[in-house]
């Protein structure tokens, strides 16, 4: 029997719990949230649905799980400028989370933000091989570089790595595509604005991140060993270490089968360097905070 368990049913969560569902990803969905009155919302909603698929609130059986996707905490509102402003808030969250995981032996998902941040803490706090830790945010943030590529006329792969964030990087030059500074500078700008007006006008991102992290879930329980964009705790890769940051990673059943080194032209470079710069300064806290 295959499970999902999802710390935190709110939008995200509870749309993923749903997509698990419906598209036959699993057989047991074990969910939590702290705040009762949504927790028992989802389950009902979930059961109303008639889709064959056990739903439990049983956070024991959560260590038990084939898959755990950690989606609660502090969500992200028009108040808040960037995700890295949650950390303080969702720090505790991440602590009570690793707490969930005493045992277990699956593979974890990070959604809260700021993602890579958490993806880290979760890593060190748990104690657990680094490729069973995957941050989510990569195939969220390349969908919507894509759709940017369209508006200005382009087509082309659509790859983003780097932070979950203000730090993302569009690979221009995977596009095959020719593009100047400036234009990149311009999309980049407009990719880090992307979320927001999703947010202003219905309270939160919700189809975009939780079809991804469906499809992420698939690839993990899937076998399926597609390349993703995915936040994986480095050691020298991109010549990168102490932090959780978007890369090419191989994805199966084990979770993190292998990070891909791709060649980045200058620009890329300089901006993988500033948004690797940037998370480890947030990932130090977790460092901080286990005496390390």
């Not at 036959?24 to 927790?39: N, Q, S």
């Not at 108040?79 to 808030?89: G, H, N, S, V």
């Not at 880090?192 to 991102?205: D, L, N, P």
Request: a negative charge.
């Amino acid at each position: 029997m295959t499970s999902l368990a999802i710390l935190g049913v709110g939008r995200v969560g509870g749309e993923t719990a749903f997509l698990a569902a419906a598209l036959g990803l699993v057989d047991e969905i074990i969910v939590h949230d702290a705040y009762e009155p949504i927790l028992r919302a989802q389950v009902l909603d979930l059961q109303h649905t008639g889709i064959d698929v056990g739903v439990s609130t049983d956070t024991a059986a959560m260590r038990d799980a084939d898959v755990f996707v950690f989606a609660a905490g502090t969500p992200r509102t028009p108040e808040i400028k960037t995700r890295a402003d949650l950390l303080e808030a969702n720090m505790p969250v991440a602590k009570r989370c690793s707490e969930y995981l005493q045992g277990f032996d699956g593979v974890v998902i990070t959604v809260t933000n700021p993602m890579d941040a958490n993806n880290y803490g979760l890593w060190r706090m748990m104690g657990v091989d680094r490729r069973r830790c995957i941050g989510f945010g990569g195939q969220l943030d390349s969908a919507r570089f894509a759709c940017f590529l369209k508006e200005a006329g382009r087509s082309g792969p659509a790859w983003v790595l780097g932070e979950h964030g203000e730090y993302q990087v569009p690979l221009f030059s995977k596009t095959g595509v020719e593009f100047g500074v400036s234009e990149r500078e311009t999309i980049l700008s407009a990719m880090r604005g992307a979320s927001m007006e999703v947010i202003r006008g219905k309270g939160g991102t919700v189809f975009g991140p939780a079809y991804h992290i469906a499809m992420l879930i698939r690839a993990v329980l899937h076998d399926r060993r597609e390349v993703l964009p995915c936040s994986c705790v480095l050691e020298g890769e991109y010549g990168l270490s102490g932090c959780s940051l978007g890369v090419p990673a191989r994805i199966g059943r084990e979770g993190i089968l292998g990070i891909e080194e791709w060649d980045l032209d200058p620009w890329e470079e300089a901006k993988m360097t500033e948004a690797g710069a940037f998370v480890r300064g947030l990932c130090r806290r977790f460092d901080d905070r286990s005496g390390a």
